[in-house]
């Protein structure tokens, strides 16, 4: 139907411009919300996603090294099994951890109103230089019409008048087309409104990671996660995070990244 060929057309378009996250071979098809991004810190490989079931029907989900999977094992000469649930849970929570702490944010509120300020500023400025410039134009235009008054058509055309005057109303044209796409004047939310414009985009994140598709969840993980791999030998999976919105702001640098028992 029409709709749903629009929405892949934009889906394609996003892809070839490179907003979305992108996926090979069994990544795509896989369940797993880390297929693709977690990797191997004895070789180097990707981790992909294995169930196993137990005689009594339980299933388990794992993260399994590809390359000594596929028998590389001159790389990656040791199995070992990654616990997947408890490495997508732990990102999830710490995702939601960041979303909580700034959805209720002051100092996030305060930098969204002092930046709907400057922009509210900046377009006020804009139109009163347009209008400042059009008031002048229109003092330019009303003494070269008296000038034109005040003398017979060859001494105005001998003095330039006429050419002076369509100069200054083609400029005065091209202000008012200037003026007019300025728009109106943008009004700034009152602080209650925005505070709630700003919990219900991250409601709607938390709704996101409740129950969206994986590829969905997967593009949100993208934005807080850089690098994951698992260290065997450690008994870890070291996590790289990109830093925090506010955090970035106040430290101006990154940080560590985490890394916890697997």
Same mark, same amino acid.
């Given at each position: ?123 006020? %400025? !804009? ?6 410039? =059009?008031?002048?134009?229109?003092? #330019? &235009?009303?003494?070269? +019409?008296?000038? $034109?008054?005040?003398? %017979? !058509? ?6 330039? =008048?006429?050419?002076?005057?369509? #100069? &200054?109303?083609?400029? +005065?044209?091209? $202000?008012?087309?200037?003026? !007019? ?6 009004? =700034? ?17 938390? !709704? ?55």
């Amino acid at each position: 139907d029409p709709a749903t060929f629009e929405a892949v057309q934009k889906r394609r378009k996003e892809s070839r411009e490179g907003k979305l996250p992108h996926y090979r071979g069994n990544a795509m098809k896989s369940e797993y919300l880390l297929s693709g991004v977690l990797t191997c810190g004895v070789c180097g490989g990707k981790l992909t996603g294995n169930t196993t079931t137990s005689g009594k029907g339980y299933r388990t989900r794992y993260y399994a090294c590809s390359r000594h999977h596929a028998g590389y094992t001159n790389e990656c000469p040791t199995r070992y099994l990654v616990p997947a649930g408890l490495v997508e849970d732990h990102i999830l929570g710490v995702i939601r951890r960041e979303l909580g702490a700034l959805r209720d944010d002051r100092e996030l509120h305060r930098q969204v109103e002092e930046q709907l300020g400057r922009l509210r500023a900046g377009r006020s %400025d !804009a139109r009163e230089q347009l209008g400042r410039r =059009l008031a002048s134009l229109d003092q #330019q &235009l009303a003494r070269v +019409r008296e000038h $034109v008054l005040a003398a %017979d !058509a060859e001494a105005a055309k001998s003095l330039g =008048l006429y050419d002076q005057a369509k #100069q &200054l109303n083609a400029e +005065r044209v091209q $202000v008012e087309t200037e003026l !007019a796409a300025a728009g109106p004047e943008p009004s =700034l939310p009152a602080v209650p409104e925005l505070r709630a414009r700003i919990a219900a985009e991250f409601d709607r994140m938390e !709704a996101l990671l409740a129950s969206g598709t994986l590829e969905e969840r997967r593009a949100l993980v993208a934005c807080y996660v850089h690098s994951l791999t698992a260290l065997p030998e450690e008994e870890t999976v070291r996590i790289g995070l990109f830093p925090g919105l506010l955090s970035q702001m106040v430290a101006g640098a990154g940080f560590e990244p985490t890394t916890f028992g697997l």
